[in-house]
Each structure stands twice: as C-alpha cells, then as structure tokens.
C-alpha cells in the first residue's frame, strides 16, 4: 500500500543554519506530493506540493522537489528563522485509488534557536 | 471566510460517555475528512466524504461514526468513548476529490479530547 516515511526528529538547529528534512515515498501510480506544517496550537497549512515528477514545489523560502527515481521529496531551506519552528508533515495523495485521501509521515518537529 | 471550524476545542470524557465532535466548512467544499493525531503516528484518516449523504471508512474508523446531511456539516460521533481515544482531531475539506490531480486541503485547528 501507499506509504509516507520521514526523518525522525526532533531536529535543532540555529538561526540562519541550512534545514533539510528526508521524505521518501511509496506509492501505485503517479501521487501528488505535499509538505504541510504545523505551528504550536494550531492545525495543519499547506506549504507546497508537486503534482508530477521533476516539479519543485516552493513557498516562504522552503523548497522540495519531486524525484519519481528516488521516490523522494525533501524539504530543504537555506536560512531557517526562529518563526520555522514547527512541526513538518510530508503526505502523498493517490487520487487514483484513495479517493484523494492524504497518508501522511509521521511527521519532523523543527526547533529553530536565536 | 471562516474556513473550517471545529467545535469544542478541548473535551474530557469518561469511559463509555459519548459525544459528537462538530465540524463545518464555508467554502462549498464537496469533499471533507476525519484525522486523528497521536504522538510519533502523524495523522490517520478516520472516516471521509465526497458529498452530502456520501461517507466512507478510512484507516481507522473503529468506535466512530459519522454523517454528511449537508454540504457544510460533517459531524464525528463516538459512541463509547475509551481511553485509546484519546486524540487530537483534526476535520479537513477540499472542494472535489477527483475533479484534478491536486486539491488542497484546508485543515481546521483541532479538538484536543481526553478520556479517562
């Protein structure tokens, strides 16, 4: 079946460090991919997507790009801010088979210090 | 735009009380969703649906039911509240399921429930 693995956190890191967070796939079919992030308190933002292989995905300095060869979408930012800590969901979308239903990895808690 | 709302915000409940988490959209979305999230699990889907007097099971549906009346309503019921229950839950809505490859979903800010 679909599945979504990522790194396992928590990750620390210092204000302007460089921020990658592995996400690999598996999936039937052509998937869409998401990254979502969720600050303290609150639900779930989308924060970029890939709907086919070789697209890069990029919002609020944040980037990913879809490898259908490595079944991978890592996050990556190049100067994280105290503001990026949060919690980071990669999720997939089979809207071949699951009705568009997200699975989603576990999920990476950033921790971004001054 | 409210966007999705949930409704409370934190519940507690005893073993075998039961109740119905609220949640409604006001972007005429057709489908909306279910999640529960525990520690080290990410979220899971509970139960889903593409449209009004359509639902369907998800990951794990066990001990929860729901009904879609209307477009904006997708209530979550459960039946016999048990300690492995204890969550936050999360209502997402999209506008269709299929009508393109990607569709966003927006998430609501969650029901944080306990059971004792």
């Known amino acids: 079946g679909n599945s979504v693995t990522q790194m396992e956190g928590p990750v620390t890191l210092s204000e302007e460090a460089f921020l990658t967070i592995n996400c690999t796939y598996t999936?039937?079919?052509?998937?869409?991919l998401f990254w979502y992030v969720q600050y303290p308190g609150e639900g779930l933002q989308l924060l970029l997507k890939?709907?086919?292989?070789?697209d890069k995905g990029s919002n609020k300095g944040f980037e990913a790009t879809y490898r259908k060869e490595t079944t991978s979408f890592h996050l990556e930012k190049g100067s994280v801010q105290v503001s990026d800590s949060a919690v980071y969901f990669c999720?997939?979308?089979?809207?071949?088979?699951?009705?568009?239903?997200?699975?989603f990895g576990k999920g990476t808690k950033l921790s971004v210090k001054p | 735009n409210a966007g999705v709302t949930q409704t409370p915000k934190f519940q507690v409940l005893k073993t075998g009380q039961s109740m119905t988490l609220q949640c409604a959209q006001d972007m005429n979305h057709e489908y909306m969703s279910w999640y529960r999230q525990d520690p080290g699990m990410g979220l899971r889907l509970i139960h889903y649906s593409v449209g009004a007097g359509i639902t369907d099971q998800g990951e794990v549906p066990n001990g929860y039911n729901v009904s879609r009346s209307t477009t904006e309503d997708f209530p979550l019921r459960l039946l016999s509240a048990a300690p492995s229950q204890t969550s936050v839950y999360f209502c997402?809505?999209?506008?269709?399921?299929?009508?393109?490859?990607?569709?966003?979903?927006?998430f609501g800010p969650g029901t944080r429930l306990t059971v004792l």
């Open positions: 997402a809505s999209s506008y269709s399921s299929l009508a393109e490859k990607y569709n966003e979903q927006f």
């Open positions: 999720a997939l979308s089979d809207f071949g088979g699951s009705q568009g239903n997200l699975i």
């Open positions: 999936a039937t079919g052509y998937p869409s």
């Open positions: 890939a709907t086919k292989a070789d």
